[in-house]
């Protein structure tokens, strides 16, 4: 079976500093993995996705992700953190051969002016 | 391109009653998946629609069901409503459902 764990219900950074959101996984096969972002009473936005390829993905908003498969990892980070950043961010995956996708419980990231 | 649609945005029922939601996907996308968002269980799979059949399903009661049609748009229902099913439901579409999905907004179901 697969999962997702985000150690971290929120997050809290000051604006302007780096920020780093924390997701570890578990498949039996390859890992798709996913990092979405939820604003108030809104859907999910995709954010970014590794398949396969740079261990470091690159995504919207100047959100990236490093993949990291002996920690079984995929930490999501931005380099300088908005105010409007400020969201709800899922981690999700999916095992290679298997279309269900998995979410983990969400880390609410809190950016303080 | 049009996003995921999802209507109603909002809905209050009562007990026992019934309801039916729907999710228009993204034009071309063939895979509509369906979620159930509830703060203290987080995004929940209910099930997966591809060129007409459920092709997953998650682990919820005989009281959700679904279906998608042609155009792949989909419906789900709720039967027999109880207090608990009260949460944010998104839908989310993509081309085969192996790849990257995109979420509707969202119906909120609130039930009395």
């Known amino acids: 079976a697969q999962s997702v764990a985000q150690p971290e219900d929120q997050v809290n950074v000051a604006e302007g500093n780096p920020l780093t959101v924390k997701c570890t996984y578990s498949?039996?096969?390859?890992?798709?993995l996913f990092w979405y972002v939820q604003y108030p009473n809104r859907g999910l936005q995709f954010l970014l996705k590794y398949i396969t390829g740079d261990n470091l993905v690159k995504g919207s908003y100047g959100f990236e992700a490093e993949f990291n498969k002996s920690q079984t990892s995929f930490h999501l980070k931005k380099p300088s953190a908005l105010v409007s950043d400020s969201a709800l961010y899922f981690c999700?995956?999916?095992?290679?051969?298997?279309?269900?996708?998995?979410f983990g419980t969400g880390t609410k990231l809190q950016v303080i002016p | 391109k049009a996003g995921v649609t999802q209507t109603p945005r909002y809905l209050i029922k009562t007990r026992g009653q019934q309801v039916t939601l729907s999710c228009s996907p993204i034009?071309?996308?063939?895979?509509v998946s369906w979620y159930q968002q509830t703060p203290g269980q987080g995004l929940q799979f209910l099930f997966e629609?591809?060129?007409?059949?459920?092709?997953n399903k998650g682990n919820f009661p005989g009281r959700f069901s679904g279906r998608q049609f042609s155009n792949s748009r989909s419906e789900m229902n709720v039967s027999t409503l109880e207090l608990g099913d009260s949460a944010l439901y998104l839908c989310?579409?993509?081309?085969?459902?192996?790849?990257?999905?995109?979420f509707g907004p969202g119906t909120r179901l609130t039930v009395l």
């Open positions: 989310a579409s993509s081309w085969t459902g192996t790849d990257t999905q995109y």
């Open positions: 034009s071309g996308h063939r895979s």
């Open positions: 498949v039996s096969g390859n890992p798709y």
């Open positions: 629609y591809f060129s007409e059949t459920q092709r």
């Open positions: 999700a995956v999916r095992d290679g051969g298997y279309q269900k996708v998995t």
